[in-house]
Each structure stands twice: as structure tokens, then as C-alpha cells.
């Protein structure tokens, strides 16, 4: 666009950044570190749909029926559920649950996943063919049962009316759905069907940057509101008295849980992917993220998790603006 009113990005009213957390995968240590980021003003927990068995995790969705129950304020979300996997009639059931638990505080994250979980899957009998028809018409079945006293569909996977679901998510027409995605095609997507694009932790921040101008580009050429559009990263921290010693405490944690990993190299990951050192300095990183055009960062801590989480928590004002608990 040309015009003196400059772009969509352009015209947008800025928004205030928000900062959420990575739910920990202890089950002990759930309640304590989701009621402890309430306080410190975090705006939301985030948890995960692993389909890696190299590390002990707990199903996402299962963990944000638990937090529901603990919490009152924060927002709940998963980044992400992979296309397929679920039957999209189920899956909407399952997140309208938990958005009724929840009292419409839930936020969907939905990706395709990744190659290598595929054969898995298959030999599980899941259907792994056409995965992003699976995503695009999942997400469609899932807002026709939400909205619709009598969901009606026709594609090419999916063919149906006169379906009842219940319950109906609190939040109409249904919760927002955020995608995870990487490559320029799928960021496209993002923006023409989606709530919003959430940025993967294993990406260092020049590709992050390199995909948010796709994004922003995007929003652009499809005339959508960019205040209508969420964008958000995962990022991997740590906060100590120096980078030195936050460095030499990620280095083992990236390869433990990387350690082996067909994509992601972890003999980098602490230098590439991660933010880590004094406040000031995580401050400063994250407020580059913010000033790009993030909206929401979702921090993940990797040890020491709730001594992590009260020291993550000075950013909260640092970056927010939200008083001190």
C-alpha cells in the first residue's frame, strides 16, 4: 500500500505486551508454579502436546483441566495440538470443556507437527496423510460445532449437518485459535484462517524476526486488522547473576531435552534460541521481541523451575508495566 495512512501493521494501536509461562511437567509442582505466576502477573500458562517419549511429560490438555481448577486469572493455552491426531468432533468436545472449567479462558494452539512423529502415528493406526487439510477442515468442523445449535459441513474429510455438540465453549464463537508454523506458506495460512500465529521456542530470533515480516506482510495483503491477530513467541530463559552461569545451567538442559533430536541441533541451542543473564539484560532482549511486534512471550524456564519463576518474574513490571505483587 501506498496511501498516506500507511499500512495495516502501521495503523494499528499498539497493545500492551503480555508475558505468560511454560507449565512445568512435574505434577507436584503444577499447582504451586500456576499460582505462583498468578501473583507475579504473569497473563497466561501455557503447556504442550509432546509426542516425543524421550522425556516424561503429561498430556496438555489434561494439565489445563487441572490448572482450571487452581487458577482464577490466568489464561490457559496449548501450543500445539498436531492436525490428525484428534478427531476435530472430539477435540472441540475436549476444548469447550476446558473452556467451560475454565470460565472462557482457554487459547488453542494447532500446528501439523513434524515428519518424523508421522510413522509413529501411522503404525498407531492415526491418520497422518494430508495434514494441512486435516488442520484447515479440523479447525473448521471445531467452529461449526461451536457456533451452531445444528453444525452443518461439506469438505473434502469432513461431510456432515444437523450435528449437535455440547458443551458450547464460554467464549463465542469459539476460543481463538492461535498456529504454530515456520514456513512462509504456512504463515500465509495463519493469517487468512486463523486468531493468530505463535512462534516455535526452538527458533532463534532472526527467524523469528524473518517470519514476523512474512506475517505482518500478510495481514497487509489480506486487509486483516492486525489488532485482531495475536502474535506470539515461545522462548527458552534463564536468569542468574551473570550470563556465564545461566549459560553453563542450559547448556546441559537443552541437551537433555534435545539431546538426539532429528531436527534441532542441541549442541547450539543455548547460544541460538535462548535468552538468558541479568534482568536488565532478559529485559532488553525480550522488550526487541515486543518493539518488532510481538504481542504475548511465553517463557519457558528449564531448571530450577520455580526459583526460575520468581526470577522471571521482575520482567513482568520491567516489560508489562503491571505493578509488583
Given at each position: ?205 532472526d527467524d523469528f524476526l524473518k517470519q514476523l515480516a ?17 502474535i506470539s513467541k515461545s522462548v527458552y530463559i534463564a ?12 547448556i546441559p538442559e537443552f541437551e537433555k531435552a534435545y ?67
Amino acid at each position: 500500500m501506498t496511501d498516506d495512512a500507511g499500512s495495516a501493521a502501521d495503523r494499528a494501536a499498539p497493545r500492551a505486551p503480555r508475558l505468560a509461562v511454560g507449565a512445568p511437567s512435574t505434577p507436584d509442582m503444577l499447582v504451586p508454579f500456576a499460582q505462583s505466576a498468578e501473583r507475579l502477573g504473569f497473563t497466561g500458562i501455557w503447556t504442550q502436546d509432546s509426542l516425543s517419549a524421550d522425556n516424561f511429560s503429561l498430556d496438555g490438555l489434561h494439565v489445563l483441566s487441572y490448572l482450571a481448577a487452581a487458577t482464577e486469572r490466568l489464561r490457559l493455552g496449548i501450543g500445539v495440538l498436531y492436525s490428525g491426531r484428534r478427531n476435530p468432533a472430539v477435540q472441540a468436545r475436549e476444548l469447550a470443556t476446558i473452556d467451560q472449567l475454565s470460565r472462557g479462558r482457554l487459547t488453542v494452539g494447532l500446528g501439523v507437527g513434524l515428519d518424523y512423529h508421522r510413522p509413529t502415528l501411522a503404525a498407531l493406526g492415526i491418520q497422518t496423510d494430508r495434514p494441512v487439510r486435516r488442520l484447515i477442515e479440523g479447525i473448521d468442523v471445531m467452529r461449526a460445532l461451536w457456533s451452531q445449535d445444528e453444525a452443518a459441513y461439506d469438505g473434502e474429510l469432513y461431510s456432515f449437518s444437523g450435528i449437535r455438540s455440547q458443551p458450547d465453549p464460554v467464549q463465542q464463537p469459539g476460543p481463538p485459535i492461535w498456529i504454530g508454523a515456520r514456513a512462509e506458506p504456512a504463515l500465509r495460512r495463519a493469517v487468512r484462517i486463523a486468531d493468530g500465529w505463535t512462534g516455535a521456542g526452538p527458533a532463534a530470533t532472526d527467524d523469528f524476526l524473518k517470519q514476523l515480516a512474512i506475517v505482518q506482510q500478510a495481514l497487509d495483503e489480506e486487509g486483516r486488522d492486525p489488532a485482531t491477530f495475536t502474535i506470539s513467541k515461545s522462548v527458552y530463559i534463564a536468569v542468574e547473576d551473570s550470563e556465564d552461569v545461566a549459560r553453563q545451567r542450559l547448556i546441559p538442559e537443552f541437551e537433555k531435552a534435545y539431546g538426539g533430536n532429528p531436527v534441532y541441533n542441541a549442541a547450539d541451542m543455548t547460544e541460538r534460541v535462548a535468552v538468558f543473564g541479568t534482568v536488565d539484560h532478559c529485559a532488553q532482549r525480550l522488550g526487541e521481541l515486543f518493539d518488532a511486534g510481538a504481542d504475548e512471550l511465553i517463557l519457558y524456564p528449564m531448571y530450577d523451575r520455580l526459583a526460575q519463576l520468581e526470577a522471571i518474574g521482575e520482567l513482568v513490571p520491567a516489560l508489562t508495566g503491571a505493578p509488583r505483587p
